[in-house]
C-alpha cells in the first residue's frame, strides 16, 4: 500500500462520517469519496469497500495520466478496466471503484480537492421520479445557495466508468459556462449526488444542505409545488459581501455537528 498521508487521513475521517448509518447517506457498499494528494495523483476508495468503517486500506492512490490517456479511448468495458489497472500507484492495491474516472474530472477539471458521493434516500426519492429535472431546477431558501451554490448541475442517468465521465466532463464545461465557476454539487438522475469541496468540511456541510433542501422540496408539493427563487434573487443572496463568512459558520458547524 502507499504511504499514509495526512490528506488519506482526513479522507478517511470524512469517509466514515458520510457513511455514519443514522444519517441516510449509503447503505453497504454505496457510495465513494476522494481527495487530491498532489498535482499528479489522488486517493479513491476501492472498490466495494463500507464508507461506514473505512480504514486507510480501503483507499487506492491513483495517478491522473492513465486515467485521462484511457478517457481518449473509446468507452469499452475493457478500457476501463485496463485504466483503473494503470492508474494504481501500488500494482498491489486493491482496484479502484469504476467512479474514479468521475473523481478524476471533479478533482483536475473542476478544481475540488475532496470529493463525496452518496445515495441519500432524501435525495434519490426525487432523482428517481419521472419529474426530477423540473424539482431539482431551483433553489428555495437562502442558505441553500450559501452552502450549495446558485444552482446544481443535473446530469440524466449514465452508465458508470468511462461513458458517465465523457458526460461529466461535457457537462461541466456547459455549467462553467453559463456560471463562471464549477459546480458545488452534482445531482444524476436515478443514481445519486455528488458534491465538490474544498475541504472535508465543506463536503459535509453541502451534504447536510442538500438533503436538508430535498426534504423542504419534497414537503412543497403538498401544497402545490416549489417557490424557487429567481435568477436575480439568487445571484443577490450569492453575492452579497457577508456569503463568505456565513459559508465559513456553516462548515464550522458542520464538522461540529460530526463529532456528535
Known sequence: MSEITATLRALVRLSRKLGRPRRGYVILGEGNTAALEDESSFWVKASGASLNRI???GFVRVAFDPLFRALDMPPTDDAAA????????DPED???????????????????????????????RVLCSRRAEE??????FP?????????????????PGLTLAHEFRAALRRYAERQGASPRVILIQNH?????????????????????????????????????????QIA????????????????RAAATHSQQ
Open 135 to 140: 424539482a431539482v431546477s431551483g433553489r428555495l
Open 94 to 124: 486493491p482496484r479502484p471503484s469504476v467512479e474514479t474516472y468521475l473523481h478524476a474530472i471533479a478533482l483536475h477539471d473542476a478544481g475540488a480537492r475532496y470529493v463525496g458521493h452518496t445515495h441519500p434516500v432524501t435525495v434519490n
Open 82 to 89: 485496463q485504466g483503473l489497472q494503470d492508474a494504481k500507484v
Open 143 to 159: 442558505d441553500e445557495i450559501v452552502s450549495c451554490g446558485p444552482a446544481s448541475l443535473y446530469m440524466p442517468y449514465c452508465d
Open 55 to 57: 480504514g486507510p486500506e
Open 236 to 251: 443577490r443572496i450569492g453575492g452579497r459581501p457577508d456569503e463568505r463568512y456565513r459559508r465559513e459558520l456553516i462548515d
Open 192 to 232: 445519486g449526488l455528488i458534491v465538490l469541496g474544498e475541504s472535508p468540511q465543506e463536503v459535509l456541510a453541502t451534504t447536510a444542505m442538500t438533503c436538508k433542501a430535498f426534504d423542504v422540496l419534497w414537503g412543497t408539493y403538498a401544497l402545490g409545488g416549489p417557490n424557487f427563487f429567481s435568477d436575480e
